[in-house]
């Protein structure tokens, strides 16, 4: 069964700084996406960065960038330049092909001070 | 509106008492799935449907009954809720035309309470 590990229960970062979010996850799957997914307080659940596992350039959506070591089979976010509204629950999550849902990490707690 | 909707948003409810929480979407993803979400363990997978009339479970079905007759409803059921169904469940689609990637869209979440 897949598994995804987010070893990093809390974290902290100086708004405009830049940090790095922890994911590893395990399946014998060759196929499969992985995500990192934003829960603000408010409990809704926002697409953060998607990487399709066949490419090996990482993804970058702005601030965000990942770090995809497939043999390693690690996935780690980077927030550049944080931002107050960065502060939120962060989920690592991984998909195979086809779709039977995602197995989400525990999460981050990351909080963005002034 | 266009995206994807749940009902009630929040239910309190008794022990042995059955109850149904609703989702409806709007794309026509082909996918839908139901998560719960408790303290420790990030969001964990209940049911998944790959189209209408096509359901499968995920990781922790015990006590959930799903149908989907309709591509844009899937409803979730708790036919006799206990206590430890006490969570904030979300519903999610994804994966169509539009949506080829497979990214899922989740709704706003429903708090459960079961006393």
Known sequence: AQTVTQSQPEMSVQEAETVTLSCTYDTSENNYYLFWYKQPPSRQMILVIRQEAYKQQNATENRFSVNFQKAAKSFSLKISDSQLGDTAMYFCAFMNLPPRGMRFGAGTRLTVKP | ?115
């Open chain 2, 1 to 115: 509106d266009a995206g994807i909707t749940q009902s009630p948003r929040y239910k309190i409810t008794e022990t042995g008492r059955q109850v149904t929480l609703m989702c409806h979407q709007t794309w026509s993803h082909s996918y839908m799935f139901w998560y719960r979400q408790d303290l420790g363990h990030g969001l964990r997978l209940i049911y998944y449907s790959a189209a209408a009339d096509i359901t499968d479970k995920g990781e922790v079905p015990d006590g959930y009954v799903v149908s989907r007759s309709k591509t844009e409803n899937f409803p979730l059921t708790l036919e006799s809720a206990t206590r430890s169904q006490t969570s904030v469940y979300f519903c999610a689609s994804g994966v169509g035309k539009l949506n080829p990637s497979g990214t899922q869209y989740f709704g706003p979440g429903t708090r459960l309470t079961v006393l």
